[in-house]
């Protein structure tokens, strides 16, 4: 359950911040995603869940988001919305006024608000909008490891029949008037598709609704810092404005008209931010989709200098090397991709292109510098490097930046070393390559002349390297150099 953040928001903040620089704790794994499980992921992400007001959570989008939302509120009008919903419900009236309503009948009531917002922005635009809401209630989206889940809705930016969580900007979750929206039931459901958005594509945050009990509606907003919660209202014709007995309605609450604005605003600034590290903004690099990394795709990041390029390298064996920390709710979300770089000199080599999201002032460029300026061995060579702003408005210290890397390829992890439990080196290589380790730790913790020094402090099998050579890596140097305090 989230923990409100009213007045203590600032101290909680930085404590969800501290993730950032701390080792990844073990993440759940659903082997059967039913009540219990959902419940169970709920729970492990307790401590980095938050309540706080609607313009907070706005806010931990960036100022854009914000700005732009504190315009829209004042100036909409939701009408002809409204009328168009309320036409389209009478259907669904007698489900509605039930002393029990069931979670189809919000289903049914949710897709009638989302399609009469659609179709008022169509109107607006005269062309199709950039959001485009679909019911899949009963229709399997297929996972980044092949196997289904069924949110129950969501607003993608693909208008395509193929659905695909890369493509979803917001995914909705309903349940009936049996269950609030703080049940770790339906909370376990939104951060799995959190995770399960996250897995297939780059994004800097992501945006849920759960509607249940009353027709309450919440806003869920998943950063790097943590996941942030908002009591939003409810669905009209749904709580205190049930539909009367004598077919009359009551006018619409603020809370109601609340709901309808804030779904019409994520039709507006989805055509500017959708989150993505991709495509509509301009700050973010590439195209970075999974599905087409088998290709000979480019990555235009437009600092690189002047005839240099990435293109993501061919091949199964490539393919299967994606990885990071885009499964993890907390912390640092990292992507790495095998590439070509290609330099000015025209010279192409091996190596690994990474996107992140870290904590301002402990980037891992700055880090991954400071243990090859000390002559560090067994680091990889920084062939580029480039950061970008990703600052929410009002977000107490929660400053971070996107950081784009492009290291040496340095092999495989050190689990490969082991096939079928036999080393594929000589015992005295091994033992050598381990000593290599353990030297590279040794001297990057030892304090320099300016009490400076680099703590590691997420030593796993994930980031220990080595070549085909057996010539030892350590990457990941993201948890920042330290100053000792007298």
Request: charged share 25%.
């Amino acid at each position: 359950m989230p923990r409100s953040t009213s007045q203590q928001h600032q101290s909680q903040a930085s404590v969800a911040v501290s993730h950032f620089s701390t080792p990844q704790s073990d993440v759940l794994k659903l082997s059967k995603l039913d009540k219990d499980q959902y419940s169970r992921l709920s729970t492990s992400y307790a401590d980095i869940s938050y309540k706080i007001s609607l313009e907070d959570a706005i806010g931990m989008l960036g100022s854009e988001w914000r700005n732009s939302w504190l315009s829209f509120k004042c100036s909409s009008s939701i009408n002809q919305i409204l009328q168009k919903y309320c036409y389209k419900c009478k259907a669904i009236r007698k489900g509605l006024a039930a002393t029990s309503v069931s979670e189809s009948t919000y289903q049914e009531a949710f897709g009638i608000l989302a399609g009469a917002v659609q179709d008022s922005e169509a109107r607006r635009l005269q062309s199709p909008p950039r959001l485009n809401w679909r019911d899949t209630h009963y229709k399997s989206i297929k996972r980044c490891n092949g196997s289904p889940r069924k949110p129950d809705g969501a607003f993608f930016t693909s208008s395509s029949d193929s659905l695909k969580w890369q493509d979803m900007a917001v995914v909705v979750e309903i349940k009936g008037d049996e269950m609030d929206n703080e049940n770790n039931h339906i909370r376990g459901q939104i951060l799995q598709d959190f995770i399960d958005m996250a897995e297939v594509l780059p994004r800097r945050f992501m945006i849920g609704l759960t509607i249940a009990r009353e027709g309450i509606v919440y806003v869920h907003i998943c950063v790097p810092g943590g996941i942030y919660s908002v009591h939003l209202g409810n669905l009209h014709l749904t709580g205190d404005t049930k539909p009367l007995i004598s077919g009359n309605n009551l006018p619409p609450s603020s809370k109601e008209q609340l709901v309808v604005k804030f779904i019409l605003f994520l039709y507006r600034q989805s055509r500017y931010d959708c989150g993505y590290l991709t495509g509509l903004s301009f700050r973010f690099p590439g195209q970075l989709f999974l599905d087409k990394i088998r290709g000979n795709l480019q990555v235009s990041i437009n600092t690189l200098p002047q005839n240099t390029n990435i293109k993501f390298r061919r091949g199964k064996d490539d393919y299967d090397r994606v990885y990071g920390r885009h499964k993890h709710l907390r912390g640092q979300r990292t992507w790495a991709y095998p590439v070509h770089y290609t330099n000015k000199n025209k010279k192409e080599a091996n190596a690994f292109f990474k996107f992140q999201w870290g904590l301002k002032n402990e980037e891992e460029i700055n880090v991954h510098q400071f243990v090859i300026d000390r002559c560090v061995l067994h680091i990889p060579k920084l062939l580029y490097a480039a950061t970008m702003d990703g600052s929410g408005y009002g977000t107490g210290s929660q400053f971070y930046k996107g950081e784009a890397i492009v290291t040496e390829d340095v092999g495989r992890t050190i689990g490969e070393l082991f096939v079928d439990g036999n080393p594929t080196f000589t015992e005295a290589r091994v033992i050598d390559i381990f000593a290599g380790y353990v030297h590279t730790l040794i001297a990057a913790a030892e304090v320099d002349e300016n009490e400076k020094f680099a703590l590691h402090r997420d030593v796993s099998m994930g980031n220990l390297m080595f070549k085909d050579n057996g010539h030892p890596y350590i990457i990941d140097w993201g948890c920042g150099p330290y100053t000792i305090k007298q």
